[in-house]
């Protein structure tokens, strides 16, 4: 091997070394954008917990589930509020256990006899919610 060869190698060496650190800087910046995301999180954070696991299911292509509500207080680290188990679930942007599984693009809907919760991926839907 010729040294113009040794210092192409060794170059090559460096650029690898480059691209590394630019695709971990990447990699934490993508990071750090969304764990702001979820701090400015209106009313939702106390929820975060949830919305991370939910987001989740939906990058394992679970679209459609049910949780039971014991489940969901496990899940949330937060128990949601009594009146969950009471009266029926709005999809709305008024309150923040609402606000966790829109945020994550998902649909809830309640069955309280069986209290069991089903969630339906439906990210514009969601979107919309969110916004009205």
Same mark, same amino acid.
């Given at each position: 091997?010729?040294?113009?060869?040794?210092?192409? &190698?060794?170059?090559?060496? %460096?650029?690898?070394?480059?691209?590394?650190? &630019?695709? +971990?800087?990447?990699? *934490?910046?993508? &990071?750090?954008?969304?764990?702001?995301?979820?701090? *400015?999180?209106?009313?939702?954070?106390?929820?975060?917990?949830?919305?991370?696991?939910?987001?989740?299911?939906? +990058?394992?292509?679970?679209?459609?589930?049910? /949780?039971?509500?014991?489940? &969901?207080?496990?899940?949330?680290?937060?128990?949601?509020?009594?009146? +969950?188990?009471?009266?029926?679930?709005?999809?709305?942007?008024?309150?923040?256990?609402? $606000?966790?599984?829109?945020?994550?693009?998902? $649909?809830? %809907?309640?069955?309280?006899?069986?209290?069991?919760?089903?969630?339906?991926?439906?990210? /514009?839907?969601? #979107?919309?919610?969110?916004? #009205?």
């Amino acid at each position: 091997m010729n040294e113009q060869e040794r210092e192409i &190698i060794q170059n090559f060496r %460096k650029f690898i070394v480059i691209l590394k650190n &630019i695709l +971990t800087l990447n990699t *934490l910046n993508s &990071i750090n954008n969304d764990m702001r995301e979820d701090r *400015l999180m209106p009313k939702g954070d106390k929820y975060i917990e949830f919305t991370n696991f939910l987001r989740n299911q939906h +990058t394992v292509a679970n679209n459609q589930f049910s /949780l039971s509500f014991s489940e &969901i207080d496990t899940i949330s680290k937060n128990p949601f509020p009594l009146s +969950t188990r009471r009266y029926p679930w709005g999809n709305t942007a008024k309150h923040s256990y609402s $606000i966790s599984w829109l945020k994550a693009g998902y $649909i809830a %809907k309640a069955d309280l006899n069986l209290q069991r919760v089903y969630f339906e991926y439906n990210f /514009l839907r969601a #979107n919309e919610l969110l916004e #009205n």
